[in-house]
């Protein structure tokens, strides 16, 4: 049981570049999210989907976007990669209702250069 | 104003002692609360929720809510060095326009020295 996958591990990209990140729950969860981690600033989220079809910005969605491509798996892209968007990004799914657990998947460590 | 506030610390206690790691929110509205713990290099992972006011033990941990004054607080007694890592404190609500949503504070930094 894989639980939450997240490709690839690690990214280096040029300013300006398009990149998209992959993940994949087998856990049959109804929402996922997306954040990133920076130091100091504990985990902010970018976007989550609350089922599939569904999609919200969270607390810093601007530069990116996502996509819920079924109820598996839910992408995140960055369209013209900035120096600001060095992050960690961690992919996460849950299921919906009171005190259920949010399961993370290992992280991205993106570079933008 | 983020919705989840942190003593954004960090925090070092001796081992043995009792850590205190405290969180607030915004939303009147949130439902579930949880404490995420993060070493470092690692995904977050988590080690207690609650929904009700009051308290709720698990072996050395005590998690404390109180909705009224929109407060979360986690408790570590007999704090060992294993429990140095970075504790996020997490809020939900799965209700309405907000289904789904999980914002996390910016995490306290515990340290346990020998």
């Known amino acids: 049981n894989a639980g939450v996958t997240q490709t690839p591990k690690f990214q280096v990209l040029k300013t300006g570049q398009s990149m998209t990140l992959q993940c994949a729950q087998d856990m049959n969860h109804n929402s996922m999210y997306w954040y990133r981690q920076d130091p100091g600033m504990g985990l902010r989220l970018i976007y989550y989907s609350a089922s599939e079809g569904t999609t919200d910005k969270g607390e810093v969605p601007n530069g990116y976007n996502v996509s819920r491509l079924n109820k598996r798996e839910f992408s995140l892209r960055l369209e013209s990669a900035a120096p600001s968007q060095t992050s960690v990004y961690f992919c996460?799914?849950?299921?919906?209702?009171?005190?259920?657990?949010?399961?993370f998947g290992q992280g991205t460590r993106l570079t933008v250069v | 104003q983020k919705e989840v506030e942190q003593n954004s610390g960090p925090l070092s206690v001796p081992e043995g002692a009792i850590a205190s790691l405290n969180c607030t929110y915004s939303d009147r509205g949130s439902q579930s609360f949880f404490w995420y713990r993060q070493y470092s290099g690692k995904s977050p992972e988590l080690i207690m929720f609650?929904?009700?006011?009051g308290d709720k033990e698990d072996g050395r941990f005590t998690a404390q809510l109180n909705k009224a004054s929109q407060y979360v607080s986690l408790l570590i007694r007999d704090s060992q060095p294993s429990d140095s890592a970075t504790y996020l404190c997490?809020?939900?609500?799965?209700?309405?326009?907000?289904?789904?949503?999980?914002?996390f504070g910016r995490g306290t930094q515990l340290t346990v020295w020998p």
């Open positions: 997490a809020v939900n609500t799965d209700r309405g326009s907000t289904l789904g949503r999980l914002y």
């Open positions: 996460a799914s849950r299921e919906q209702g009171y005190g259920t657990e949010a399961f």
């Open positions: 609650i929904y009700s006011n």
